[in-house]
């Protein structure tokens, strides 16, 4: 009888581990379910808020990958309701895959450039005559820079995106007081910026740095909004923000694509980017011209060379 007893009490324990394994686990469970259901419903409410706001898909035929470096030539355009406009943003982002490396080249809008099929003018002009290809093949020509990619974002569309990531803004130091034909009046100081206030900040140019200035708030831009994007306290709004992304970014990703390099970017730990502007210094001189205005003509094969060691690709 006392043998029959002992078992039974000896019994209890585990049962009572049993039960709480399983309440431990459906406790999880339904974690689970509740963050995939936020997940998705954000997900679907960017993809909502961006329906019929992105900028037309193009025809684009890339470099073919060789090797583990990819290049995305990143885009920003002001539209404005018009159906041709230039470039004010022409940067190429070059991915090292191998070691997750991130290399950022902004190239100044104003540069002196063989556009292939039409006359010479300025950078930005390739975009407004026959679109991403065209300025793809323009810097491909000038500096034997392949571009497997890009990506193309209209400024008002950036600023929503800016505000769906950041809804709290974006922390930004501001050099000077800022407000000559912006739409916004910046002051002096770290501030933190809505995605109108930071996109104003990334266009000002009208100090004594002119563009090269408005290249280095670009890239300071660029900077932030990664700082941002991998903030923990902004992983709730990630999945609204990407599926925004989805609409209001234009690129030759397929939306599955996109994520698939996003996982795999943001998977590989850390995220450093290196920068640089085209054209460096002490290798180009103003020069004006009656067609195209007062424009920056380079030394093409001294930006090339940088852009080959800086870059770590044979430029042809």
Request: hydrophobic share 40%; aromatic share 8%.
């Given at each position: 009888m006392e043998e029959q007893d002992y078992t039974?009490?000896?019994?209890?324990?585990?049962?009572?581990?049993?039960?709480?394994?399983?309440?431990?686990?459906t406790l999880l469970l339904l974690c689970i379910i509740v963050i995939v259901g936020y997940s998705?419903?954000?997900?679907?409410?960017?993809?909502?808020?961006?329906?019929?706001?992105?900028?037309?898909?193009?025809?684009?035929?890339g470099d073919s990958i060789k090797g583990d470096i990819e290049n995305y030539l990143i885009l920003g355009v002001d539209t404005r309701g018009e159906e041709k406009s230039r470039t004010d943003t022409m940067m190429v982002l070059s991915w090292n895959k191998a070691n997750n490396d991130i290399k950022l080249v902004s190239f100044m809008r104003d540069i002196y450039a063989d556009i292939p099929g039409y006359q010479s003018y300025k950078l930005n002009t390739a975009y407004y005559l026959d679109g991403v290809q065209l300025l793809k093949d323009t810097l491909?020509?000038?500096?034997?820079?392949p571009i497997h990619h890009y990506a193309l974002i209209d400024f008002k569309n950036f600023e929503s995106l800016v505000d769906i990531l950041a809804p709290n803004g974006v922390?930004?130091?501001?050099?000077?007081?800022?407000?000559?034909?912006?739409?916004?009046?910046?002051?002096q100081g770290v501030h933190r910026l809505n995605g109108q206030e930071l996109l104003?900040?990334?266009?000002?140019?009208?100090?004594?740095?002119?563009?090269f200035g408005r290249v280095a708030r670009q890239q300071?831009?660029?900077?932030?909004?990664?700082?941002?994007?991998?903030?923990?306290?902004?992983?709730?709004?990630?999945?609204?923000?990407?599926?925004?992304?989805q609409g209001y970014i234009t690129t030759d990703y397929s939306s599955t694509e996109e994520m698939q390099q996003v996982l795999?970017?943001?998977?590989?730990?850390?995220?450093?980017?290196?920068?640089?502007?085209?054209?460096?210094?002490?290798?180009?001189?103003?020069?004006?011209?009656?067609?195209?205005?007062?424009?920056?003509?380079?030394?093409?094969?001294?930006?090339?060379?940088?852009?080959?060691?800086?870059?770590?690709?044979s430029l042809e």
């Open positions: 039974r009490r000896s019994q209890r324990p585990k049962k009572r581990r049993l039960r709480k394994g399983r309440a431990f686990f998705v419903i954000q997900y679907r409410s960017g993809l909502e808020l961006a329906n019929d706001t992105k900028v037309a898909q193009e025809d684009f035929s491909t020509n000038m500096f034997g820079l922390e930004m130091d501001v050099e000077k007081d800022m407000s000559e034909n912006i739409g916004v009046e910046l002051k104003g900040y990334a266009r000002f140019r009208h100090d004594a740095e002119g563009d300071k831009v660029i900077e932030a909004l990664k700082t941002e994007l991998l903030t923990p306290t902004n992983m709730l709004h990630l999945p609204k923000f990407v599926g925004a992304a795999k970017l943001l998977s590989k730990g850390k995220v450093n980017i290196e920068k640089a502007t085209i054209p460096i210094e002490g290798s180009y001189q103003f020069q004006n011209f009656s067609h195209a205005g007062d424009s920056i003509v380079i030394d093409v094969e001294q930006n090339k060379a940088f852009l080959s060691d800086f870059l770590g690709i």
